[in-house]
């Protein structure tokens, strides 16, 4: 994604994603509103509203990288209060499945990490964005392991503090989510999703926790001889697809409580873990050791269309105990086109979804003839458009010209 700053507007554009380009217009200095063009960007329509933002052109939301079609954003709940003395921002996370079409908040998780129910009427999971993390680059997944997502964030109305949040996981894109660690960390995949890491990054520590087995269960390792240190990195390289994991953290100074000083980096090799590399094999599902997977909102089935396609992705099975590799290069992605339904189109200039989400015109129509006279009918546009990102055939067309009324706004 390329980042463009606009002067004359305080924007942020995201370039050519997905067959379109997404814009972010700064509305206050903490929210703003997502917009998504058309797929040669001569115009946008609004797909989100009071998103987070800060005053650098940091926006709080990302696409899930190695899912079609699939975005997390943050929106800012008090919108109406902000600025006034003592109020801070109410954030709640959302995700899309449709390319910005339609967002769901997230289900929170029924048990905390210790397996005791959680009680919260009505709550959600709400995660920090990179703009409360303090991170640079995508926050939630990588692309080479598909549906697999970890966030720090709280379960409630809103999101809490980041010293109070807590360490989630997700197996299936968002669908659903277990809490993991009871305490805000740093995480980081390696073998492309088949070893993740979790640090505490707010107290000094010298333990990790890591799993083999997509999270379900944890073992933890103390990579110093009791020095402990206050972490300020994780990464296995650029793919995620190391088994070596590189922690950088700072010493204590000895009788200054709260301060660090010189700069630590240790490398914890986890090569030795399994014995085998893993196999791919296409034909015998059983044999292999990996599986097909696809995405879908809280309730969607299993197999959905979005896009147009139902897109189903191989990755490494949860309880396989082989090494994915660092060389290794996704089997090619099971695609099967759709055909159209609503959710495949979305609003032309110059429409705006009502409440109902039926696209209406929004004062005079722009494609009205200019020697139409008041109360004749001329054929117009429908006010939809096929999403730039659907690759859908057949089925429902809602672009097929309608006969509207001149003079009338929506007049069809």
């Given at each position: 994604i390329s980042i463009i700053n606009v002067e004359s507007e305080p924007s942020t554009i995201f370039v050519n994603v997905e067959r379109s380009s997404f814009a972010h217009i700064n509305i206050n200095e903490g929210w703003?509103?997502?917009?998504?063009?058309?797929?040669?960007?001569?115009?946008?329509?609004?797909?989100?509203?009071?998103?987070?933002?800060?005053?650098?052109?940091?926006?709080?939301?990302?696409?899930?990288?190695g899912l079609d079609g699939v975005w997390i954003a943050n929106q800012v709940m008090n919108t109406d209060s902000m600025g006034k003395p003592g109020v801070n921002a109410l954030v709640r996370?959302?995700?899309?499945?449709?390319?910005?079409?339609?967002?769901?908040?997230?289900?929170?998780?029924?048990?905390?990490?210790?397996?005791?129910?959680?009680?919260?009427?009505?709550c959600t999971l709400n995660l920090h964005d990179r703009i409360d993390a303090g991170l640079s680059g995508h926050v939630f997944g990588v692309p080479t392991a598909p549906g697999l997502l970890m966030g720090v964030g709280s379960v409630g109305p809103h999101l809490s503090a980041y010293r109070r949040s807590k360490t989630y996981l997700s197996r299936n894109g968002g669908r659903t989510w277990v809490e993991t660690r009871g305490i805000e960390t740093m995480h980081e995949f390696g073998d492309h999703g088949g070893i993740l890491v979790t640090i505490d990054n707010e107290?000094?520590?010298?333990?990790?926790?890591y799993s083999t087995n997509h999270g379900a269960t944890w073992a933890t390792y103390q990579f110093t001889d009791g020095e402990r240190l206050r972490i300020e990195e994780v990464s296995s390289g650029i793919t995620q697809g190391g088994t070596t994991f590189t922690i950088v953290g700072r010493r204590l100074v000895s009788g200054h409580h709260g301060r660090f000083g010189d700069v630590v980096v240790v490398s914890v090799d986890f090569s030795k873990l399994h014995k085998r590399a893993c196999q791919y094999t296409e034909s015998d599902g059983d044999q292999s050791d990996?599986?097909?997977?696809?995405?879908?909102?809280?309730?969607?089935?299993?197999?959905?269309?979005?896009?147009?396609?139902?897109?189903?992705?191989?990755?490494?099975?949860?309880d396989a105990a082989c090494f994915v590799g660092r060389e290794f290069e996704p089997p090619k992605t099971v695609k099967q086109t759709c055909e159209c339904t609503e959710a495949d189109f979305e609003c032309e200039a110059g429409f705006w979804p009502n409440d109902a989400g039926k696209c209406?015109?929004?004062?005079?129509?722009?494609?009205?003839?200019?020697?139409?006279?008041?109360?004749?009918?001329?054929?117009?546009?429908?006010?939809?458009?096929?999403?730039?990102?659907?690759?859908?055939?057949?089925?429902?067309?809602?672009?097929?010209?309608?006969?509207?009324?001149?003079?009338?706004?929506?007049?069809?």
């Open positions: 703003g509103t997502l917009f998504a063009s058309n797929s040669n960007g001569t115009y946008f329509h609004r797909v989100l509203e009071n998103t987070h933002r800060n005053v650098f052109g940091v926006v709080g939301v990302e696409p899930i990288r996370t959302v995700m899309s499945w449709d390319g910005g079409r339609t967002w769901h908040v997230l289900r929170a998780p029924t048990k905390d990490a210790e397996g005791r129910d959680l009680e919260c009427k009505d107290g000094p520590t010298n333990e990790l926790w990996f599986e097909l997977w696809s995405p879908g909102p809280p309730n969607a089935a299993d197999q959905a269309c979005y896009n147009g396609q139902q897109a189903s992705y191989w990755r490494r099975k949860q209406m015109l929004e004062g005079p129509d722009p494609y009205q003839p200019k020697d139409c006279l008041d109360g004749t009918k001329y054929i117009g546009k429908s006010g939809y458009k096929k999403r730039p990102s659907s690759v859908c055939r057949g089925g429902v067309d809602l672009e097929h010209p309608v006969e509207r009324v001149c003079g009338l706004s929506g007049g069809a």
